[in-house]
């Protein structure tokens, strides 16, 4: 139990295109999402937390306008970047906080790699 | 935000042997949560291990223990019997417990198994 799906896996897009990435919980309930950025072979720096019917809450130095994430149901969050730019280009995880008995937890998405052109 | 520190960039261990991976944290709460995940190469992040900060008992999954120290504030992984499946990338991670549930990841260890 506690799966977490990302789509898609892999995106090309040109730069100032906007791209959607989503996130589902595929057997529990959601109430929080977390998605993150990784840079080849660094750690995972965590962009903002999503809840569910709620605005998202960015850590210091992301930028919302260009991050936008939307929580409006319990299985899905997703994150769109805006008008792309190749520093853009990242893998982006996503993850939720796990059903109850494994709230302390996190489950996490496949990742998605985005490459801006 | 809390610091976690893995200070090996890149370890490695020969298939059947034991290796210990370091992390160290900064944090200033009585109460919290530690984690070990594997990265393999697909970047699937998956959980090894978990130890609750009120639990004095190290915890064990099979291959893998830990070492934690609280008043060092030391949570080293242990593998004994490496498998080649071992390889990947390790990340230590924190959770505080009393506001919101972020992890705050170090950054990580590339384990190598030799055949």
């Known amino acids: 139990g506690a799966v977490v799906s990302q789509h898609p896996s892999w995106v090309i897009c040109k730069s100032g295109t906007s791209v959607k990435i989503e996130c589902r919980s595929l057997d529990f309930q959601a109430t929080t999402m977390f998605w993150y950025r990784q840079f080849p072979k660094q750690s995972l720096m965590l962009m903002a937390t999503s809840n569910e019917g709620s605005k998202a809450t960015y850590e210091q130095g992301v930028e919302k306008d260009k991050f936008l994430i939307n929580h409006a149901s319990l299985t899905l969050s997703t994150l769109t970047v805006t008008s792309a730019h190749p520093e853009d280009s990242s893998f982006y995880i996503c993850s939720s906080r796990g059903p109850s008995g494994r709230a302390n937890e996190q489950f996490f998405g496949p990742g998605t790699r985005l490459t801006v052109l | 935000a809390q610091t976690v520190t893995q200070s090996q960039p890149e370890m490695s261990v020969q298939e ?34 978990r130890q609750e900060a009120y639990k004095q008992q190290n915890a064990t999954e099979n291959r893998f223990s830990v070492n934690f120290q609280k008043a060092a504030k030391s949570f080293s992984l242990k593998i004994s019997d490496s498998q080649l499946g071992d390889a990947a990338m390790y990340f230590c991670a924190y959770r505080r417990t009393n506001t919101g549930n972020q992890f705050y990841f170090g950054t990580g260890t590339s384990l190598t198994v030799i055949p």
């Not at chain 2, 042997?17 to 709460?29: A, K, N, Q």
């Open chain 2, 16 to 49: 059947a042997e034991t290796v210990t991976l370091s992390c160290t944290y900064d944090t200033s709460e009585s109460d919290y949560y530690l984690f070990w995940y594997k990265q393999p190469p697909s970047r699937q992040m998956i959980l090894v291990i």
